[in-house]
Nanobody, 123 residues
C-alpha cells in the first residue's frame, strides 16, 4: 500500500508560479511511475504530467507542456510539480498518483492517489 501526501497548493496571481510536492510512504518508490492530475469543479479529472520510475522520461499534455515541470527524487520518495506562467484555468484540486511499471495518461490506470491540494489562480 502506497500512501501519497500532496503539499504546496495555495493562491497565486495569474502569471505567477507555484511548486507542489508529493511525498510517498513506499520504500520502493522507484518501482512506480508517478503522475499529477487535476480536477476543477464540474469537470473531469485531467492529466497534467507524468514521470517514469527513474525520472529519465516525462510526459505532458498540450495544456501544461512548456509551463509545468515534473521531477522526482527517489532518495526522498518525493515527486514535484513546478508550475510557471499560471492561468486562471489552471485552478483545480491537484492530485498525485502512482502506478507500478510505466506511466499512463489515464486516471483509471493509477491505483494509488493522494487527497489533493487546492491551487487557485486569480486573474
Amino acid at each position: 500500500q502506497v500512501q501519497l501526501v500532496e503539499s504546496g497548493g495555495g493562491l497565486v496571481q495569474a502569471g505567477g508560479s507555484l511548486s507542489l510536492s508529493c511525498a510517498a510512504s513506499e520504500g520502493t518508490f522507484n518501482n512506480y511511475a508517478m503522475a499529477w492530475f487535476r480536477q476543477a469543479p464540474g469537470k473531469e479529472r485531467e492529466f497534467v504530467a507524468a514521470i517514469n520510475w527513474s525520472g529519465g522520461s516525462t510526459y505532458y499534455p498540450g495544456s501544461t507542456k512548456d509551463r509545468f515541470t515534473i521531477s522526482r527524487d527517489n532518495a526522498e520518495n518525493t515527486v514535484y510539480l513546478q508550475m510557471n506562467s499560471l492561468k486562471p484555468e489552471d485552478t483545480a484540486v491537484y492530485y498525485c498518483a502512482a502506478r507500478r511499471l510505466d506511466y499512463s495518461r489515464s486516471q483509471y490506470d493509477y491505483r494509488y492517489w493522494g487527497r489533493g491540494t487546492q491551487v487557485t489562480v486569480s486573474s
